[in-house]
């Protein structure tokens, strides 16, 4: 059974860099790709960043291209967010999830597995 557990999330002041990683287990061929999600309270759910599995076709919200990266290590099952130069509306909860469609983007219809999510917190 596929499960996706984030961990990275911290409080940290504006200007910081985090790193959350997406530690995967049970996927399989019949997934397609991974998307990170944030939601921050009051606001809707925002896709954030979003990649294919083997890789590439990556993606990236508006608010967040040039300061995110969305990876997958090599020869290991997790997938990460590097997250530059944080600002205060960065702050919230991050949570990775998979989906079996190759039609998905930043759209959180196609994700059907979640992960548990993870805090973050900027603030000076």
């Known amino acids: 059974q596929l499960q996706l557990v984030e961990s990275g999330g911290d409080l940290v002041q504006p200007g910081s860099s985090l790193r959350l990683a997406c530690s995967v287990t049970?996927?399989?061929?019949?997934?397609?790709?991974i998307g990170w999600f944030r939601q921050a309270p009051g606001k809707e759910r925002e896709g954030v960043a979003s990649?294919?599995?083997?890789?590439?076709?990556?993606r990236y919200a508006d608010s967040v291209k040039g300061r995110f990266t969305i990876s997958r290590g090599n020869a290991e099952d997790t997938v990460y967010l590097q997250m530059n130069n944080l600002e205060s509306d960065d702050t919230a909860v991050y949570y990775c999830?998979?989906?079996?469609?190759?039609?998905?983007?930043?759209?959180?219809?196609?994700?059907?597995?979640w992960g548990q999510g993870t805090q973050v917190t900027v603030s000076a």
């Open positions: 049970g996927f399989t061929s019949d997934y397609y790709g």
């Open positions: 990649m294919r599995w083997i890789g590439g076709r990556i």
């Open positions: 999830a998979a989906t079996r469609s190759s039609l998905a983007n930043l759209n959180d219809l196609h994700y059907g597995t």
